[in-house]
């Protein structure tokens, strides 16, 4: 993992909360301002599981400064039916600040190397499965409204 990046604390989470409403209110069609609690419950979700997925582990890896935060990516270890075959890791969201690709780049190599650390060879960007409840619509993925975030997974 990039030095400068860490696991979540529970004190990330009014920085987080602000970067994603900095990001998605009023920019993201279909993106409402949630509050910090709403957020809070999707990032220490646990043992989610969806109609033929489920979702086996989960990290959100921060970067911040003091009390900001700079960016943040969830990720997590995906089996596709109850018997765990064909795991791949997914990234469930990813935010950081346009102009700060370095924040992208630091939060994509240590969300590769946390997939590596569990031998996963294939992942998936904001799968529908996996996506906030909060964010736009269920069947929506990454909006070009967040064409920075887009620039950097292409």
């Given at each position: 993992m990039p030095a400068d990046v860490r696991p979540y604390q529970n004190d990330d989470l009014p920085g987080a909360h602000g970067l994603y409403q900095e990001l998605t209110v009023g920019r993201v069609p279909h993106c409402w301002e949630v509050g910090t609690e709403a957020l809070g419950n999707v990032l220490l979700e646990?043992?989610?599981?969806?109609?033929w997925a489920h979702l086996l582990?989960?990290?959100v890896l921060v970067v911040s400064d003091g009390d900001r935060v700079d960016g943040f990516i969830h990720i997590g270890r995906h089996a596709t039916n109850k018997w765990q075959e064909r795991e791949y890791g997914v990234v469930r969201f990813l935010a950081y600040r346009r102009g700060e690709r370095g924040v992208g780049d630091a939060l994509l190599a240590a969300a590769h190397a946390w997939m590596t650390e569990r031998q996963l060879r294939k992942s998936l960007v904001l799968p529908q499965p996996w996506q906030y409840p909060l964010y736009?619509?269920?069947h929506a993925y990454l909006s070009d409204h967040l064409d920075h975030v887009q620039g950097l997974l292409r």
């Open positions: 646990d043992d989610v599981e969806r109609d582990e989960q990290a736009a619509f269920p």
